[in-house]
Nanobody
C-alpha cells in the first residue's frame, strides 16, 4: 500500500527541539521529499525540501533552526527542528514527489501536530 508514515510530533516548550520522520512505503522513483506545515487560519507553506541528490531548500522562517535530511535507502526524510518558537505550531505534512516516465505524482502524509508553548 502506497503511503507516507510520519512520526515525531508533539508538545515542546519554546527553545526546545523535535525531530520528525517520514517513511515512504511502496513508492518508487522518488525525487524530492519535503515538509510542509499548516497553521490555524493560514495556508499550507513549504518548510523544507530535499532532492534525491541532497539539494535542500528552506523557508526563510526556519533557516538556521531546522535541518532536513534524507536516507534514500530507507526512503525516509527527517526534519530536525531546533530553537522552536510558538509560531512554529502547526500540523506538519510530509510530501514525496514521484517522477515516472508517464508523469510526476505527489503523495502526502496525514500530518503530525507540533505544538510549541511559550
Amino acid at each position: 500500500q502506497v503511503q507516507l508514515v510520519e512520526s515525531g510530533g508533539g508538545l515542546v516548550q519554546a527553545g526546545g527541539s523535535l525531530r520528525l520522520s517520514c517513511a515512504a512505503w511502496s513508492i518508487v522513483s522518488i525525487n524530492a521529499m519535503g515538509w510542509y506545515r499548516r497553521a490555524p487560519g493560514k495556508q499550507r507553506e513549504l518548510v523544507a525540501s530535499i532532492t534525491s541528490g541532497g539539494s535542500t531548500n528552506y523557508s526563510d522562517s526556519v533557516k538556521g533552526r531546522f535541518t532536513i535530511s534524507r536516507d534514500n535507502a530507507k526512503n525516509t526524510v527527517y526534519l530536525q527542528m531546533n530553537s522552536l518558537k510558538p509560531e512554529d505550531t502547526a500540523v506538519y505534512l510530509c510530501n514525496a514527489e514521484q517522477n515516472l516516465r508517464i508523469g510526476t505524482y505527489d503523495y502526502w502524509g496525514q500530518g503530525t501536530q507540533v505544538t510549541v508553548s511559550s
